[in-house]
């Protein structure tokens, strides 16, 4: 494929809104992403019917802006790639079916993203590490929706070590903070609430740690906040509040560095250990996996954060790779709401 093909990225899977066109040589000629978060903060999560509504209203006009910006026709365009699953089937059928219809006015490939594959691939993107990253790597999926060790040996070739028994991470930072009278997303502000706190005074337990395997489980570190405001003696302090945070975001981080020790125990080729999803922003966590990489001579390598949330940029990066190896969808593709990492074919 032509450096200088370009591909159109849309994102739809969850709460945010995106759209943006790569080059076949990764530079990022526009970029655009809109959050509902305002839309689903008074219900204290993401509604998908809300969701899939904002989507259709918001994502044609992005659509023409980033277009415009990269100042391309679309029949200038080499392929369409739109996240097909794993997500809300709402906003899912709202993006692909945008895709396909670009794709089929203007006779251009479609290609139906995984949006975990979108993100596991993120870490390849020229310019995020100053040598490329190179496969197989460990890829920790920290997000409000997944909760992942992935082995990705290259494109199409995914092993997933282990995974969540219960919530996702970035779930239980929400529900953790909601206890703790947060605002949701909790997972930003329990960070900052942390800052002030001694993760000593109360501790709280750190499930799976020290025993074998690469799953998760949170649901029990959840409850254990909620028994640790109902044992205090009297209404929580601003103290409280702080040192339970700080406690709960230390377990957190102690947890994902043991998994991933244990991930990376199963792969001895392993050249680093990539973390996305929106819980990689948190800086206690970052520490952990820093420290665990190192611990087996591996950098981590944490994408900028605009990049490890939802966005498209990661969705056109994916598409890209699929093109270049031929690997176009049908116009009759459906979203799928589950679509597993494991057994996709390249
Ligand atoms: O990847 P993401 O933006 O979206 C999806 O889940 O699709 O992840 C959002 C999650 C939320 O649960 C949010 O609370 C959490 O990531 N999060 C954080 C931080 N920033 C976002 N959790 C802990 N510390 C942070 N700084
Ligand atoms: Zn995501």
Redesign the pocket.
């Given at each position: 494929m032509d450096d200088r093909a370009a591909v159109l990225g849309l994102e739809s899977?969850?709460?945010?809104t995106a759209a943006a066109i790569l080059r076949a040589d990764g530079s990022i000629l526009a970029e655009a992403v809109l959050s509902q978060q305002a839309e689903h903060a008074p219900y204290g999560g993401v509604v998908p019917e809300i969701a899939a509504r904002a989507h259709l209203d918001h994502l044609p006009r992005l659509i023409e802006e980033v277009m415009r910006e990269a100042g391309l026709d679309y029949a200038g365009l080499a392929g369409v790639a739109a996240t097909s699953g794993p997500?809300l089937i709402g906003g899912l059928i709202v993006g692909a079916t945008l895709g396909k219809g670009i794709a089929l006015a203007h006779g251009l490939p479609f290609v139906a993203v995984n949006h975990l594959e979108a993100?596991a691939l993120t870490a390849t993107l020229p310019g995020i590490t100053p040598e490329p990253v190179r496969f197989p790597y460990l890829l920790l999926l920290?997000?409000?929706?997944?909760c992942q060790c992935v082995e990705v040996a290259g494109i199409g070739r995914y092993r997933r070590l282990g995974t969540t028994l219960d919530d996702?991470?970035?779930?239980?930072?929400?529900k953790a903070?909601k206890l703790l009278g947060l605002p949701?997303?909790?997972?930003?502000a329990?960070?900052r609430l942390a800052a002030g706190g001694d993760p000593a005074r109360i501790p709280l337990p750190r499930p799976l740690l020290g025993r074998p395997g690469c799953d998760f489980s949170w649901s029990g570190l959840k409850t254990a906040v909620a028994h640790a405001l109902a044992r205090l003696p009297g209404v929580a302090t601003e103290r409280d509040r702080a040192d339970i945070a700080a406690a709960f975001?230390a377990a957190?981080a102690a947890v994902l560095a043991d998994r991933a020790r244990n991930a990376l125990a199963l792969m001895p080729a392993a050249t680093a250990l990539v973390a996305?999803?929106?819980?990689?922003?948190?800086?206690?966590?970052r520490a952990a996996l820093a420290g665990a990489a190192e611990a087996r001579g591996l950098p981590l390598v944490a994408p900028p954060?605009r990049l490890?949330?939802?966005n498209a940029v990661m969705v056109a990066w994916a598409g890209l790779q699929r093109l270049r190896l031929g690997l176009v969808d049908e116009l009759g593709h459906a979203p799928r709401p589950r679509w597993p990492l494991d057994g996709m074919a390249a």
């Open positions: 899977s969850c709460d945010e997500g993100h920290l997000s409000g929706g997944h996702a991470v970035g779930e239980a930072f929400d903070a949701w997303p909790g997972g930003p329990l960070e975001q957190v996305a999803g929106g819980v990689a922003a948190n800086a206690a966590v954060i490890c949330t939802d």
